[in-house]
Antibody, heavy 120, light 107 residues
Framework: EVQLVESGGGMVRPGGSLRLSCAAS????????MNWVRQAPGKGLEWVSH????????YYTDSVKGRFTISRDNAKKSLYLQMNSLRGEDTALYYC?????????????WGQGTLVTVSS | EIVLTQSPGTLSLSPGERATLSCRAS???????LAWYQQKSGQAPRLLIH???YRATGIPDRFSGSGSGTDFTLTISRLEPEDFAVYFC?????????FGQGTKVEI
């Protein structure tokens, strides 16, 4: 069974940094592209970043470009999101997510999320 | 980037009625990888439909998805009290996932 478990959230002051982690299990992590998605309180869902299986390709939503860095360690089956220069508008529940095609049909699979609060 | 536009913004219905929610994409969704989620206050999104028309595990058959290309629909055949919530669509056919802004189904 696919499992994605996020950690690393917390409260940080504006301008601060935080590193989120996502531990993956139940599938061959090194063969799947991975994503971060977030949801601010009372708001909709927003895709944040994508990394290909080999880390050769990385994409970011415009609002985090130059501040966030996505990375992965396939040996550790882990996904990361380094968040620098944090702003109030980055306050959100952050989810690790993937397109799971293991059953023959492809569907999004998410973790339970980790909360990031940016406040002075 | 594929922009998803959901309509209507709010749907006011009664239990037992049929709900029809629309999600329109600015360009064709690759492989019809279009998902629908239900979200209630304080809870994580719950996957209802994937691949435009496939119900996720454990989802009642009153929920159905249809459409292809740029136009997709979520239908709830007979609303139950627990179905009043916010519904989001998402495309996962490109590397840059995108989400609709949501439709609130209210009593």
């Amino acid at each position: 069974e696919v499992q994605l478990v996020e950690s690393g959230g917390g409260m940080v002051r504006p301008g601060g940094s935080l590193r989120l982690s996502c531990a993956a299990s139940g599938f061959t992590f090194s063969t799947y592209n991975m994503n971060w998605v977030r949801q601010a309180p009372g708001k909709g869902l927003e895709w944040v970043s994508h990394i290909s299986d080999s880390s050769s390709t990385k994409y970011y939503t415009d609002s985090v470009k130059g501040r966030f860095t996505i990375s992965r360690d396939n040996a550790k089956k882990s996904l990361y999101l380094q968040m620098n220069s944090l702003r109030g508008e980055d306050t959100a529940l952050y989810y690790c997510a993937m397109k799971d095609c293991s059953s023959g049909r492809c569907y999004p699979t998410w973790g339970q999320g980790t909360l990031v609060t940016v406040s002075s | 980037e594929i922009v998803l536009t959901q309509s209507p913004g709010t749907l006011s219905l009664s239990p037992g009625e049929r709900a029809t929610l629309s999600c329109r994409a600015s360009q064709s969704v690759g492989s019809n990888y279009l998902a629908w989620y239900q979200q209630k206050s304080g809870q994580a999104p719950r996957l209802l439909i994937h691949g435009a028309s496939y119900r996720a595990t454990g989802i009642p058959d009153r929920f159905s998805g249809s459409g292809s290309g740029t136009d997709f629909t979520l239908t709830i055949s007979r609303l139950e009290p627990e179905d009043f919530a916010v519904y989001f669509c998402q495309q996962y056919g490109s590397s840059l996932w995108t989400f609709g802004q949501g439709t609130k189904v209210e009593i």
